[in-house]
């Protein structure tokens, strides 16, 4: 047994869930273009993970492997939805942990190999997030960027607050409810400064470029135009969302004033906080992340597949469950049943 393994025997973490019946994404899950998932574990309990393959079938660390920049205009042969010239360097990919009307709180796991996603635990509890009237669970397919990570060790010189020890979060405004576990391509419309508990927790406002509405938005200012109140339900509900748990409003730096791609290079931010990222593939200089890869080559913590398979052989396996869902796919406005 290598090393790797006998170090994750010794003490696995809490796990978490996903709750059955709330998206259009549960049940068997669909091959994706170059990413897909694998569930294991008992749904709706501790110790359910969501793994990840790339489109040969091996595991992979989304966290870790999977690029931060879109690098071709094509998956898997499949074209996408063409991007303007001067957007195409906004393009990033975004990992969907949680879908738009849930309330489940999924993350990656990123104190744990391979980093599959997860459900919070607080106080030995699989955690949801109350539902802020009149909104149900998460307004937008919420998710994050991969290969980036706002350094709690560093105070961000823009909000005088430490990182929140995580990779910076999405909100995805698009007319589609998305899968937990889709890798999408975005372009950043603009960024909110959240401060969560103290720490600075950035929130960038994106769409996904294959979203039918995608077209029409270029910038923040786009957003008040069709989506007219979405960003001032954005502010409300990050404001408000731990204030059921007994917990004080949250803050924002800059008044709460969402920023432009303009007023803010946005771009510059996520770069920032990529270049963050690639020391930790390089040295433990937090001892709370697991840096466990399948593809960077010079980082010391790249694993093999067969250590790989072993990881995610160690949560057991799904059992067999039929779900019944009424439609494969819902849009943003339709009524909900």
Not at 125 to 152: C, M, S
Not at 307 to 332: C, D, Q, Y
Request: net charge neutral; proline share 7%.
């Amino acid at each position: 047994m290598s090393a790797l393994l006998r170090l994750l025997r010794t003490g696995a973490p809490a796990a978490a869930c996903l709750r059955l019946g709330t998206s259009a994404g549960t049940g068997p899950r669909r091959a994706m273009a170059l990413y897909h998932t694998e569930e294991r574990g008992q749904p709706c309990s501790q110790n359910y993970r969501l793994f990840f393959k790339d489109v040969t079938g091996h595991y992979i660390s989304p966290f870790h492997d999977i690029p931060l920049k879109v690098n071709s205009k094509e998956e898997n042969g499949i074209p996408t939805k063409k991007a303007r010239n001067d957007e195409y360097e906004n393009l990033f990919n975004m990992i969907v942990e949680i879908p738009r009307w849930t309330n489940a709180k999924m993350e990656i796991a990123t104190e744990e190999p391979l980093n599959p996603i997860k459900q919070y635990v607080k106080d030995g509890k699989l955690r949801y997030v109350a539902n802020i009237f009149p909104y149900k669970g998460y307004i937008w397919n919420y998710g994050t960027l991969p290969q980036t990570w706002e350094d709690p060790r560093e105070k961000d010189k823009s909000t005088n607050c430490f990182g929140d020890n995580d990779p910076i979060d999405v909100c995805e405004i698009g007319s589609k409810i998305l899968s937990c576990g889709e890798v999408i391509h975005v372009k950043i419309l603009g960024i909110l400064a959240l401060i969560d508990e103290g720490e600075t927790d950035w929130k960038l406002i994106a769409i996904n470029v294959n979203d039918p509405e995608a077209s029409k938005f270029h910038d923040i200012d786009d957003v008040e135009k069709f989506k007219p109140g979405y960003l001032e339900a954005t502010l409300n509900w990050f404001r408000l969302y731990k204030v059921p748990d007994g917990k004080p409003e949250n803050q924002f730096a800059f008044n709460g004033e969402f920023k432009t791609r303009e007023q803010w290079p946005t771009g510059n931010l996520v770069l920032s906080l990529h270049l963050k990222w690639k020391p930790l593939q390089c040295n433990k200089i937090n001892p709370d992340i697991s840096c466990t890869n399948l593809q960077i080559s010079d980082s010391p913590f790249r694993c093999t597949q067969e250590e790989a398979r072993s990881l995610v052989e160690l949560v057991r396996e799904t059992p067999k469950v039929t779900i019944v869902t009424g439609r494969e796919e819902k849009v943003w406005g339709e009524r909900r049943r």
